[in-house]
């Protein structure tokens, strides 16, 4: 394949080398300019709303709010390019190691030649990008290069970057288009999927997802740590037992553990919306559970205590925790379906709703109604940076038709989109706010759940931000009356409410609770989006532990099976192959961590220019002071924690949703 004039999800608007835009050197309120700069400001955001502009008639997410265009401001860099390409390089080469191993020897000769000439296809790729690589040495430029970067992002090193979606879109869809899941049901094994990682490192849970404390650990500390709900009676459709409970916990009582507030509950109701789908004339399945945990006396970490494997009790009945022989294969198929419940809930609602299209509608707005020498304007944008690029790469190779969502995840695709939109068109913005969520959930309290590491370091980076956008906004806003005359503020509150539809959001009164609003979508932008994306590589990759689709129907008992029969609920080795693939990519590229203000162009100057941001005593500087602070005390947890949990790291947070 020549990649010469392969597509290209980089527009020429890229090419033509526009001005690297930069936060005013003297941001200012629109009630404080003359007429003449009122105008000015007017005219500027009525030009930029020809450019950014909404939509609601997207196919695969009908009916929420999104970008029409992604325009040249929200490309990327080609340092992030070089990133994600480093990435997709690395998942090629394990493909190509893994089509060696036996659980693919059936592969038929047309087959085998379909994967090579995609192999193939891949060292050209590893070629180009290795010369670009060689010509820039990105990581080491200096000011003298800046011509030579100007000029590639001009001509010839653009139309050698065009096409690298295809390297994306190869690396994810060749897989499910060549191999076929027949020659791999009889090979199906834990070390089967273990052998999946050739190049890259299997993560540690594929060691240890069989422990009943790593499964209770996930709710705290995993993929999805948002759907934990603290409870004081038990619902009429999971009839949990006195006796069950103290089977479970030795030496605890279910009322007294009620009453001091020790129980929790996972329920997946709201994946009644999901239909059941079918992968090459198998059936595949979604699951509804609901999962019961608890604190013992005196303890720190959940513990599991029950399952319902779907939400009619006289259907499902109530599992538990059990080592005898004749159970214990019954709760391994429960823990499975929780699983994969709680993977549909993460990707589709925690992950896609809850993040990656809520930037992107507070990105639109921001875009169309602040003018660039707003100080929230220069605030706020370098979170949404790459956010609406990589969203509607997304919509065209993730949630659409034939991609890894129809693949390996139960539902049918349109049920999949139809789950993202629920969840999108559902988030109420100040009842999602971090320290509101978590006393909703009755989660907040650590003398009740002292082991919630999801929650101590979300709050240490919420913290940090709400101090820094404080600082940042007294200088701005004098007082309360500065934020109800600012026309801009007013509009873009109503835009983000009415043509952005997020719940919830309404007009802002006080300096107090634009801190709040400006801290939530900075934190939502960078730390919520962290906290579940960078998961996927570590314990999404392996199938066994945590997947989309159960691969037969949920069990109705739970004594009498055997260990075939729980692999039977597990995908095609082919499927795990493309999730393991899938998910190590967008899981694994980290550009410009939480604090790090800069333009997206080279050579990626200071994004903040007012004196009163960056001074050495400023708000910037103490903002990244404080990050540091947090980035210590973390690490310091972690170290006493028996499994360190480093996903809010600043460090370890990308600015903006970017992957």
């Known amino acids: 394949m020549s990649y010469e004039n392969a597509p290209s999800i980089v527009p020429q608007a890229t090419i033509a080398g526009e001005d690297v835009k930069r936060a005013a050197r003297h941001p200012s309120l629109p009630q404080n300019d003359s007429r003449e700069q009122r105008e000015q400001r007017r005219e500027q955001i009525a030009v930029t709303s020809t450019r ?5 008639e997207v196919a695969s997410l009908p009916g929420v709010p999104l970008a029409t265009t992604v325009p040249s401001d929200d490309q990327p860099s080609i340092e992030w390019w070089f990133k994600v390409l480093e990435v997709g390089l690395k998942i090629l080469e394990n493909i190509e190691a893994v089509q060696l191993r036996p659980i693919l020897a059936g592969l038929d000769e047309a087959a085998r030649k379909i994967i090579n000439d995609a192999l193939a296809d891949g060292h050209e790729i590893r070629a180009a990008v290795d010369a670009l690589r060689d010509r820039h040495r990105l990581d080491h430029a200096g000011p003298s290069l800046e011509s030579h970067i100007e000029q590639a992002t001009q001509g010839a090193d653009i139309e050698a970057l065009k096409g690298q979606d295809s390297l994306l879109r190869d690396i994810i869809t060749v897989i499910v288009d060549v191999l076929k899941a027949e020659e791999a049901a009889d090979t199906r094994s834990i070390e089967a999927y273990r052998d999946l990682y050739q190049t890259i490192p299997a993560p540690g849970i594929a060691y240890t997802f069989l422990d009943d404390d790593q499964f209770a650990r996930l709710r705290v500390a995993g993929p999805n740590p948002m759907l934990l709900q603290g409870i004081d009676e038990i619902p009429d459709n999971f009839p949990v037992t006195a006796a069950q409970y103290a089977a479970v916990m030795s030496g605890d009582t279910l009322s007294v553990a009620l009453s ?4 929790y509950l996972c329920d997946y109701k709201e994946l009644d919306v999901l239909v059941d789908g079918v992968w090459q004339g198998q059936a595949k399945y979604v699951y ?8 013992p006396p005196g303890g720190s970490s959940l513990k599991p205590v029950a399952i319902q494997c779907g939400q009619d009790s006289s259907r499902y009945p109530v599992m538990t925790p059990s080592v005898s022989a004749s159970q214990k294969w019954g709760w391994e198929m429960a823990k499975f379906v929780v699983q994969v419940a709680d993977c549909n809930y993460h990707e589709l609602f925690v992950h896609l709703g809850c993040t990656h299209l809520v930037s992107e ?3 639109v707005a921001t875009r169309r109604n602040l003018a660039n020498v707003h100080p929230l304007w220069a605030l706020l944008v370098p979170h949404f940076e790459g956010t609406l690029f990589i969203n509607n790469l997304a919509v065209e190779t993730l949630i659409n038709a034939g991609g890894p969502i129809d693949a390996f995840f139960g539902g049918t695709i349109t049920s999949s989109q139809l789950a993202a939109v629920k969840a999108r068109l559902s988030f109420d913005f100040f009842r999602k706010m971090t320290p509101v969520d978590f006393a909703e959930r009755k989660v907040a309290d650590p003398a009740r759940l002292p082991d919630y590491p999801y929650r101590d370091d979300a709050m240490l ?3 940090a931000i709400h101090d820094w956008t404080s600082q940042y906004i007294d200088i701005y806003y004098p007082d309360d009356d500065a934020v109800t005359g600012d026309t801009e503020l007013a509009q873009w509150a109503t835009s983000i409410a009415s043509e952005g539809h997020i719940i919830g959001f309404r007009p802002i009164t006080s300096r107090a609770q634009l801190v709040d609003v400006c801290t939530m979508i900075i934190f939502t932008a960078s730390a919520q989006h962290a906290a579940v994306n960078f998961p996927q590589r570590t314990m999404m990759t392996f199938a066994p532990a945590v997947t989309g689709a159960g691969w037969t129907a949920a069990p109705t008992g739970q004594k009498d099976h055997d260990k075939d029969e729980w692999l039977d609920y597990m995908p095609p080795m082919s499927l795990a192959l493309e999730q393991l693939s899938s998910l190590f990519l967008l899981g694994s590229v980290y ?6 203000y800069c333009t997206n162009r080279f050579p990626y100057e200071s994004w903040f220019q007012d004196p009163a941001i960056t001074g050495s005593e400023g708000p910037l500087a ?3 002071a404080g990050l540091r602070a947090v980035e ?3 690490i310091a947890r972690n170290r006493k924690r028996m499994h360190p949990y480093v996903y809010l790291q600043p460090s370890q947070i990308p600015t903006s949703t970017n992957i």
């Open 52 to 56: 950014y502009q909404w939509t609601r």
């Open 260 to 263: 001091e507030g020790r129980v």
């Open 288 to 295: 509804r559970p609901m999962a019961l945990f608890a604190v």
């Open 361 to 363: 509608a507070i990105a």
């Open 461 to 463: 980076v919420w913290d």
């Open 591 to 596: 550009y410009r961590p939480l604090g790090d």
């Open 622 to 624: 103490r903002f990244q």
């Open 632 to 634: 210590e005390r973390i």
